[in-house]
């Protein structure tokens, strides 16, 4: 039993990693990419306003540099910021839980 518990301890890591890679890889694939989330229409067909906010979200960098940044945030415990509240994800998650509406309707 101790070595089932090991290798299950041993393997948890690399887990965590895949389903932390393939939801960054779900998110960038998205119909429109995160560009939709941050910018509106009439901010899309202006080029400069779409390089500045590449540049400032980091979207001009390499796949695997976004991966990585990724990852070393969500180990330092920083999940960005709300693109709707502009204030930080941990915080919304922490002070704002989800409104469950429980009645049944028919």
């Known amino acids: 039993m101790t070595r089932n518990i090991l290798r299950r301890l041993i393997a ?9 890679t393939l939801a960054f890889r779900l998110i960038r694939v998205t119909k ?3 560009r939709t989330a941050i910018m ?3 901010q899309m067909n202006n080029p400069e306003v779409v390089v500045a906010a ?5 979207l001009d960098r390499s796949l695997p540099e976004r991966l990585g940044s990724y990852i070393g945030d969500l180990q330092t415990g920083d999940r960005g910021k709300s693109f709707s509240t502009r204030r930080p994800v941990a915080q919304d998650v922490l002070f704002r839980p989800p409104q469950w509406n429980w009645s049944l309707r028919r």
Do not use: C, E, N, T
């Open 12 to 20: 948890m890591p690399f887990l965590v990693l895949g389903i932390v």
């Open 32 to 34: 429109g990419g995160l």
């Open 54 to 58: 590449k540049a400032k979200w980091g």
């Open 40 to 42: 509106s229409d009439r």
